[in-house]
């Protein structure tokens, strides 16, 4: 997920497949990758604390797909969160997708959660349609089916909190966001089950602490990684 400005619309674009170097490209994350297949990805998204952003962008996540899970090769996602961007003070909840050929498309739905309130996000494929999905809040559609083509049971649910240094080398942008009570869904309109397995992904200088499998704090902390989520996850 890659955060850029063109006038007030911020357009995020995902970059983050578990083997990645996000010391290369600035970008860092801290959460669960899972296992291809499940036909929907929920959880509560909470901001732990105010997002102090000098450069770039800070997010908080789940969604399914990846930069290169499209039929052919290329980038097809659809993930919902909430998002901080340099200059402004506000978590913002949004959802975005991407398809083959086509540009990312973002919708801002809140322009100001505040500290400390939940919201239940989700993204799910419809009961009746052919590769089409929906996004989630609070139990309620809140996007039109979206087409997400050769899509069903190919993609990667996933689960993050995200940091983007905007390319200034240096920046130190401090947040915290807990990620609560993760499911996916094994059928198309919604039958869930735990999210109980899943692969770390812990960059340095973000940080996961582990509650449960299914339940995580993650942020902005020292470089390396934590021994508790290491120690939840077996790892």
């Given at each position: 997920m890659r955060l850029l400005l063109a006038g007030a619309l911020a357009v995020l674009a995902a970059?983050?497949?578990?083997?990645?170097?996000a010391a290369?490209?600035?970008?860092?994350?801290?959460?669960?990758?899972?296992?291809k297949g499940p036909l929907g990805i929920s959880g509560t998204l909470t901001a732990r604390s105010a997002p102090v952003v000098q450069a770039g962008h800070v997010a908080a996540w789940v969604?399914?797909?990846?930069?290169?899970?499209?039929?052919?090769?290329?980038?097809?996602?659809?993930?919902?969160?909430?998002?901080?961007?340099?200059?402004?003070?506000?978590?913002?909840?949004?959802?975005e997708y991407a398809r083959p050929g086509i540009p990312v498309t973002y919708v801002q739905l809140a322009a100001n959660i505040p500290v400390g309130q939940s919201v239940r996000v989700a993204v799910l494929k419809t009961a009746t349609g052919r590769d089409l999905w929906r996004v989630w809040v609070d139990g309620k559609p809140v996007s039109d089916p979206i087409s997400l083509p050769g899509s069903e049971g190919r993609l990667t649910p996933v689960a993050t909190a995200e940091n983007f240094d905007g390319g200034a080398p240096g920046v130190v942008n401090t947040f915290s966001y807990s990620v609560a009570g993760l499911r996916v869904?094994?059928?198309?309109?919604g039958v869930w089950r735990p999210f109980r397995s899943g692969q770390l992904r812990q960059d340095d200088g973000v940080q996961v602490v582990m509650g449960t499998a299914g339940s995580?704090?993650?942020?902005?902390?020292?470089?390396?990684p934590s021994p508790e989520a290491r120690k939840v996850l077996g790892g």
């Open positions: 970059a983050w497949p578990v083997a990645a170097s290369a490209t600035g970008y860092c994350y801290a959460g669960l990758v899972g296992s969604g399914v797909g990846g930069p290169n899970e499209a039929p052919d090769g290329t980038a097809e996602w659809l993930q919902v969160g909430m998002n901080s961007a340099h200059g402004s003070t506000n978590n913002h909840l949004y959802y869904a094994t059928r198309a309109g995580f704090v993650a942020g902005s902390a020292v470089a390396g």
